[in-house]
């Protein structure tokens, strides 16, 4: 799929940009979505360009703003006139213990999970369809086995699994949609304990942490396997099927 694009949500950082990365290094046109992280954006896009000139673009916006999806839509279809592939990987990840939920917390983990990918490809159906292309959703193997304290964001990524099942029915046979839930992929931004490491790798079958590697893995197999759509695809070491997963 050389000089296919694609265009990536929250592509700017941690698994997003490897993704970026791999892509680009493909030979995929690339378009980098962001909201806040404006340098590593610029950074990652420079130099995926000195790489392979105009082969990289970005694109700014808040997903759970429609005007701004739509902005984001358009600015992506500017930038090499058409998009191949859709990958919502973009994620607002915080806890919410029950009592101290409110409206703002709500919003941002539901805009940013699902509103965004769900009108986003509604909003690049078009050029998608004409491309035979595919949307692939970065979902989380809690959907299964709810983080504790993190209500709003297992609802969020729930959801999404399932506008990935329903688009892949409604979508056909133009559209594929999958999904990949990753396992524990990075260590969390926040700081966590030698004793919180141990007990999350406790809770790991294969007992090691993955990595973006292994996400994009994930994502070649399901650009490339073209009978398959609706699947998500489990990426997590075994922690969805290990019964202290929950942890």
């Given at each position: 799929m050389t000089g296919s694009v694609a265009l990536v949500t929250g592509g700017a950082r941690r698994i997003g940009a490897h993704l970026v990365k791999s892509l680009h290094q493909r030979g995929w046109r690339v378009i980098i979505h962001f909201h806040e992280s404006d340098d590593e954006a610029l950074e990652l896009c420079q130099a995926l360009n000195k790489v392979r000139p105009a082969s990289a673009a970005q694109v700014q916006g808040n997903l759970c703003n429609l005007n701004d999806i739509r902005k984001i839509a358009s600015k992506a279809l500017d930038a090499f006139g058409q998009v191949d592939v859709l990958i919502n990987n973009a994620s607002s990840f915080f806890p919410t213990p029950i009592g101290d939920i409110d409206n703002t917390q709500w919003?941002?983990?539901?805009?940013?999970?699902?509103?965004?990918?769900?009108?986003?490809?509604?909003?690049?159906?078009?050029?998608?369809?004409?491309?035979k292309g595919l949307i692939l959703n970065l979902v989380d193997m809690h959907i299964d086995r709810p983080l504790p304290n993190h209500s709003v964001y297992c609802a969020a990524k729930s959801a999404l699994a399932s506008v990935t099942r329903s688009l892949a029915g409604e979508l056909a046979p133009s559209v594929r949609v999958n999904g990949i839930a990753p396992g524990a992929i990075l260590?969390?931004?926040?700081?966590?304990?030698?004793?919180?490491?141990?007990?999350?790798?406790?809770?790991?079958?294969?007992n090691k942490l993955g990595s973006p590697e292994v996400i994009a893995h994930a994502m070649h197999y399901l650009l490339e396997a073209s009978?398959?759509?609706?699947?998500?695809?489990y990426v997590d070491g075994g922690r969805s099927i290990a019964s202290n997963a929950s942890a």
């Open positions: 919003d941002l983990l539901m805009g940013s999970n699902v509103k965004g990918a769900l009108f986003l490809s509604q909003a690049l159906h078009d050029t998608l369809k004409e491309q260590w969390p931004e926040r700081t966590m304990s030698e004793a919180e490491k141990n007990a999350l790798l406790a809770s790991i079958p294969l009978y398959v759509t609706g699947q998500i695809l």
